[in-house]
T-cell receptor, first 113, second 111 residues
Framework: NAGVMQNPRHLVRRRGQEAGLRCSPM?????VYWYRQLPEEGLKFMVY????????ESGMPKERFSAEFPKEGPSILRIQQVVRGDSAAYFC???????????FGPGTRLTVT | SQELEQSPQSLIVQEGKNLTINCTSS?????LYWYKQKYGEGLIFLMM?????EEKSHEKITAKLDEKKQQSSLHITASQPSHAGIYLC???????????FGTGTRLKVLA
């Protein structure tokens, strides 16, 4: 059973470009969470999604950030017009329905130049 | 809002030594999770504690939850270089799915 998959593992973008981060949850998991880890800071919750639904996006910046988890395919976190402050490691986690235990992917390290 | 404080922030031990990492919550703990993070490998789930007084072990790692003190400890016995990494405690914020995390404890084990 493959774990949570994230790609790309490393992403470099210039200021103003768009960044798309993908997350494939573990088999059987229908809940996806995104977290951000800024340099020298802890992991911070961003958004919680179920298939085709955003359940809680209270940790997402109000502008430029969006997330989706379509019926088919991976969950995608999109950052438009990236700025240097967006440079961070973005982790995706998944869990099966009814469980709080979350399993994390390897992360995508975004660098904005 | 709930916060988790970990101590120490960093730790260097000689191989074979025992060590303890603490995680203290500012509010009631509904569930406490321990993860290990290595660069490029994401977070590896170690164990979950849900009940006061609960204690779990996996190989040479033991974690305990003191609900009254709102604290958990992670103890490594006879440390090895493979134990090196960043240990993170996480908790369900107010019993929800939102995890909050401590800032981590960086462990280095000298061979």
């Amino acid at each position: 059973n493959a774990g949570v998959m994230q790609n790309p593992r490393h992403l470099v973008r210039r200021r103003g470009q768009e960044a798309g981060l993908r997350c494939s949850p573990m088999k059987g998991h229908s809940h996806v969470y995104w977290y951000r880890q800024l340099p020298e800071e802890g992991l911070k919750f961003m958004v919680y999604l179920q298939k085709e639904n955003i359940i809680d996006e209270s940790g997402m910046p109000k502008e430029r950030f969006s997330a989706e988890f379509p019926k088919e395919g991976p969950s995608i976190l999109r950052i438009q017009q990236v700025v240097r402050g967006d440079s961070a490691a973005y982790f995706c986690a998944s869990s099966p329905p009814g469980f709080y235990e979350q399993y994390f992917g390897p992360g995508t390290r975004l660098t904005v130049t | 809002s709930q916060e988790l404080e970990q101590s120490p922030q960093s730790l260097i031990v000689q191989e074979g030594k025992n060590l303890t990492i603490n995680c203290t919550s500012s509010k009631t703990l509904y569930g406490l999770y321990w993860y290990k993070q290595k660069y490029g490998e994401g977070l590896i789930f170690l164990m979950m504690l849900q009940k006061g007084g609960e204690e779990k072990s996996h190989e040479k790692i033991t974690a305990k939850l003191d609900e009254k003190k709102q604290q958990s400890s992670l103890h490594i016995t006879a440390s090895q270089p493979s134990h090196a990494g960043i240990y993170l405690c996480g908790a369900d914020s107010s019993g929800t799915y939102k995890y909050i995390f401590g800032t981590g404890t960086r462990l280095k084990v000298l061979a």
